[in-house]
């Protein structure tokens, strides 16, 4: 299980895939550049930040990772987060917060909680995913349009506010450049997907920007010369009162970054046919965010954008994945000083696209159409990670979710007293429905249909005080109960304490689910109860009854369940 992809796909590897690996991962490479830097920038960092991410991470997450063609690096969706901790701790705060998300994500995926990751509700996903998109777009109408502002607020609506107050001071070269990129990037594709539009983009406008001397803002006016070589690696110093502090936001970094990698793993799977290792890929996440903090780098997680351009130019191996980190590591090292004359409005049209591809506006409707349920988590998560805090977003959004699944299941439940309510219709399609057999008097017959869970519970107590006298045996049927918990079984238990110290004996009939029969073992209801008074059939049951009745058991009648 723990084996990483890499190991498998080099049995048999051939010339002919490595120079598809090789095209691949140096056009990977290449649309990773701006991106890594746009992404450091407006996660609030210097943009060697996010080189030293993409090359590092993105070297480890291939090399030790569970798929066969995830990219690795920063991504757009760690912006809110990484500036958020910027913005509160600090630069070496956040460094920190990345090493122990790293160690995070590693004992998830030793504790095998890749599966689990995969069940997080999908309007929950596409909510704060969407909400991630605005707040970036919203992030970048500053350099966008070139005004002439100070700090930009970090709340959103104090953001918007402060951009109306500046609107006047709008830089039309910076808003044309931007715009430029904007239109490049969608159209480019049409001319050829080899080479991306970004690229084109960038170096058209720092061409025009340096030879008519445009006054507008570049990476290297605003943040200097980019270095040209990795930093000497540190391990950050960790003692109690840091990791406490620090703690909530590393998890949301691991969380956000677990969610992520295997949803592009999930989507690579589909594009290849693959099928990958979801917990072999937390630990390469873990241990690439662990690496990428002490080389000074910010989280990383898998890209779907790049690892969907990793498939579409032929990429079918991890080897892929690491030229593109080696060709990031070429260029920062030979040409990464001329990155330092890019415009950042070039930037901003970027990431503005970026924020468009994640919008997920189809599914957001798509939703929207959909259950009530759905509509309801997919609103909150959005609001709240826009207006608040992503991890409070994904924090209630998971309780709402489960609350509003648990009252679907509970209306899936249903506890009635049948015996007075025979069907006669329902007989000819359901030969075991009690009008077809004769109960006696003092008799009562309930029936659960759907999950015993703490959800549904109360409808059995509720249906237990309807009875107005006290039969002398109810019979319980239990033939559409898949599962029972905690409170299913407390529940019974106090139902049965009551039957008798009503003088009642109670029947189970028709116990067919493993686990529900396990539960009952475990909880020694079978021994309260009498294993006697558990069995397979309804016309067992009946005639268990009948002895019950009559005082007089015949055991030659009705056949015992058998228990290991």
């Known amino acids: 299980m723990f084996i990483p992809k890499l190991f498998h796909t080099l049995k048999g590897y051939t010339k002919d895939q490595f120079a598809k690996d090789l095209q691949a991962g140096l056009i990977v490479g290449i649309v990773a550049l701006p991106l890594a830097i746009a992404f450091a920038i407006a996660s609030g960092v210097s943009p060697e930040k996010g080189l030293f991410t993409a090359v590092i991470a993105g070297f480890i997450i291939s090399a030790l990772g569970g798929s066969r063609v995830q990219i690795g690096g920063p991504t757009g969706a760690f912006i809110v987060i990484v500036y958020g901790i910027v913005q509160q701790y600090g630069v070496n705060g956040l460094i920190i917060a ?194 990428s903090s002490i080389f000074g780098g910010i989280p990383a997680t898998g890209a779907i954008a790049r690892t969907a351009t990793n498939i579409k130019n032929g990429g079918r191996t991890p080897v892929a994945g690491i030229i593109h980190a080696a060709t990031l590591l070429l260029i920062m090292l030979f040409i990464g000083k001329l990155a330092a004359l890019i415009p950042m409005a070039v930037l901003a049209g970027i990431l503005v696209v970026v924020a468009y591809n994640m919008s997920e506006w189809e599914n957001f409707v798509a939703i929207l159409k959909g259950p009530k349920s759905d509509t309801a988590v997919l609103i909150t998560t959005f609001l709240l990670t826009v207006l608040i805090d992503l991890t409070v977003a994904i924090e209630i959004g998971m309780i709402l979710a489960s609350f509003l699944f648990m ?44 999950p015993l869970f703490f959800g549904a519970a109360y409808k059995f107590k509720e249906a237990s005080k309807i009875i107005e006298k006290a039969p002398k045996v109810l019979i319980i049927r239990m033939r559409e109960v898949p599962i029972i918990d905690a409170t299913g079984i407390h529940t019974l238990k106090e139902v049965h304490k009551e039957l008798k110290h009503r003088g009642t004996k109670l029947i189970l009939s028709e116990v067919q689910s493993s686990q529900v029969l396990e539960e009952l073992k475990k909880a020694r209801l079978l021994f309260a109860i009498g294993k006697a008074n558990v069995l397979a059939t309804f016309k067992e049951a009946l005639l268990r009854s009948e002895s019950i009745l009559t005082d007089i058991p015949n055991k030659q009648d009705f056949m015992y369940l058998k228990y290991k």
């Open 407 to 450: 009252r679907k299941m509970t209306q899936f439940s249903n506890v009635s007293v049948i015996t007075k309510q025979f069907n006669g219709d329902k007989s000819k399609t359901d030969p075991l429905s009690v009008s077809n057999f004769f109960v006696p008097n003092d008799v009562e017959v309930f029936e659960i249909t759907g």
């Open 98 to 291: 990345t090493f122990i998300a790293g160690i995070i994500l590693i004992i998830m995926g030793i504790a095998r909680l890749g599966s689990v990751i995969k069940f997080i509700p999908h309007p929950l996903i596409v909510g704060f995913t969407s909400g991630i998109a605005l707040i970036i777009f919203s992030s970048q109408i500053k350099d966008f349009l070139g005004l002439k502002m100070g700090a930009v607020p970090s709340d959103f609506l104090e953001k918007w506010i402060a951009y109306t107050q500046y609107i006047s001071s709008i830089n039309v070269y910076a808003f044309a450049l931007a715009a430029f990129t904007v239109i490049v990037i969608f159209l480019w594709p049409k001319v050829t997907h080899k080479i991306p539009g970004s690229l084109i983009a960038i170096i058209l406008s720092t061409l025009v920007v340096q030879l008519f001397h445009l006054p507008v803002e570049t990476i290297g006016s605003r943040f200097g010369s980019i270095p040209t070589s990795l930093p000497s690696p540190t391990i950050p110093h960790l003692d109690f009162s840091t990791i406490k502090q620090l703690i909530q936001p590393a998890f949301t970094i691991a969380l956000l970054g677990g969610i992520e990698s295997l949803l592009s793993a999930v989507v690579a799977d589909g594009m290849i046919g693959g099928k990958h290792k979801s917990n072999m890929e937390l630990v390469a996440q873990g241990t690439a965010n662990i690496f």
